[in-house]
């Protein structure tokens, strides 16, 4: 079955430590790519999305990430995560193969320290 | 500022009893979705709708229906609910200019109990 999938379930870091979420989809040809978070109580917010161009896209506060397309892989990155960073991390993607309707990987959630 | 809004926050129901869930949004979007969200599962698919009286089904429709009778309001019923339907359920909404730009609801927590 196509998918989304992400590899982490629980990350736990330390503040100023660099973060990197893997995420990998298995839907043949054209595909956005997103990355959604939830901090804990709110609702879920677009960090960054990736539709064409630049396959390094940057997105708010501070976090980037890298289209590979011969990977089928979006993974998250922040340099130098803070303790508000702490939330639930959520991948998604919308492919023409499956009408674009938007699906989501299972999650990672990450915890950082201070 | 834009929103999608969700009744209510938290409900608690019997097992049998008919829900309904509803969701309002404010953008005048055409496209609505019903998502249920639970523990390691990530965001699945229940219903969506490109349009009024429109419904297709997402990818895990069984034991649910929707309603939409207006552009702005997008309803999920749980025609019986089961202890297996408690979860968060979270609607959204998109633009046919911006198809892939999904505005969020807070969620709502139900508990089937």
């Known amino acids: 079955a196509q998918s989304v999938s992400q590899h982490n379930h629980h990350v736990i870091l330390s503040e100023a430590a660099s973060l990197e979420l893997g995420c990998n989809y298995s839907?043949?040809?054209?595909?956005?790519l997103f990355w959604y978070v939830q901090y804990p109580g709110q609702h879920l917010q677009l960090l960054l999305k990736?539709?064409?161009?630049?396959?390094l896209v940057k997105g708010i506060k501070g976090f980037e990430a890298e289209f590979i397309k011969s990977k089928f892989s979006f993974n998250l990155r922040k340099p130098s995560v803070q303790w508000s960073d702490t939330a639930e991390y959520f991948c998604a993607v919308n492919a023409e193969s499956n009408d674009y309707k938007l699906s989501f990987g299972a999650g990672t959630t990450v915890t950082v320290r201070a | 500022d834009v929103k999608v809004t969700q009744s209510s926050r938290y409900l608690v129901k019997r097992t049998g009893e008919k829900v309904f869930l509803e969701c309002v949004q404010d953008?005048?979007?055409?496209?609505m979705f019903w998502y249920r969200q639970d523990p390691g599962l990530g965001l699945r698919l229940i219903y969506f709708?490109?349009?009024?009286?429109?419904?297709e089904k997402g990818d895990i429709p069984e034991g649910y229906s929707v309603s939409r009778e207006k552009k702005e309001r997008f309803s999920l019923i749980l025609e019986s609910a089961s202890t297996n339907q408690t979860s968060m359920y979270l609607c959204a909404s998109s633009s046919d200019r911006e198809l892939y730009g999904y505005t969020f609801g807070s969620g709502t927590r139900l508990t089937v109990v």
């Open positions: 990736y539709f064409s161009g630049d396959p």
């Open positions: 839907y043949g040809g054209t595909v956005n």
């Open positions: 709708s490109y349009d009024v009286k429109m419904k």
């Open positions: 953008m005048d979007h055409e496209n």
